[in-house]
């Protein structure tokens, strides 16, 4: 017999910082995004691993902030020689490059959606307007995080009265020329060189959606077979 209980959700994600002094801006750089953080806490360990441990929430307005948490932590060492064994023998950054490493970065400097990635969505368009712009004053003027940001605005894809006039209206869309992935949505690529991620460890990136409501379903909310079906004519 069927039993009423709640909903899974999403729990959490680990993200990781490369070195100890990386802690404070990365840290920072998640709160200008607009994540909560909720506590830190030094490490018990001494040495060069001993970077701090902190605890955001995405939203702490849902689900009275005990889910959608982002823990953010140091790499441990065993992970870190790794990655600088991979970079070690593929040259990355250096003459010696391999071409394949040269090819994924193009791809991804191209389409951040090409790599790992995690994903929110925002409920408002404003909000998310007005974190793309304080981004990318930080990017452009911070003496701590410029260089550290790199923002991909996707605007809604034309076709939509309605959608198109918000979009040429907006101090983020209006000159962008990519597109989003699916009908009557936005979406805003953050990558950083503060975290971990990806094969070669070298950066993380975030995206941040918007779906205009009224419409039939966005593969990026909601996959129903409206969502395929749309997704699939975008295609053709």
Do not use: W
């Amino acid at each position: 017999m069927a039993q009423d209980r709640p909903s899974s959700t999403y729990g959490h994600l680990a993200m990781q910082y490369r070195d100890k002094a990386d802690a404070p801006l990365a840290a920072r750089l998640l709160r200008e995004i607009g994540f909560k953080e909720c506590y830190s806490i030094a490490s018990t360990e001494a040495g060069p691993y001993s970077g701090p441990f902190h605890h955001f929430v995405i939203d702490e307005s849902a689900n009275r902030g005990t889910d959608r948490i982002l823990f953010l932590l140091q790499m441990p060492p065993a992970l870190r020689e790794v990655y600088d064994e991979i970079n070690e023998k593929l040259g990355v950054g250096t003459d010696h490059q391999s071409a394949k490493v040269t090819a994924m970065r193009e791809a991804l400097a191209h389409d951040p959606e090409y790599g790992f990635h995690a994903a929110v969505v925002m409920h408002s368009l404003e909000e998310l307007e007005a974190m793309v712009l304080r981004l990318q004053k930080l990017n452009a003027e911070d003496p701590e995080l410029k260089g550290h940001i790199r923002v991909t605005p996707n605007r809604a894809r034309p076709g939509t009265p309605e959608v198109d006039a918000r979009m040429d209206a907006s101090p983020v869309f209006k000159d962008v020329t990519r597109h989003c992935y699916g009908p009557n949505g936005v979406q805003v690529f953050v990558e950083t060189d503060l975290l971990v991620g990806g094969p070669l460890g070298d950066n993380f990136a975030f995206e941040f959606d918007y779906v205009f409501p009224g419409y039939k379903d966005n593969i990026l909310n909601a996959p129903s077979s409206d969502a395929e079906e749309l997704l699939a004519a975008q295609d053709a």
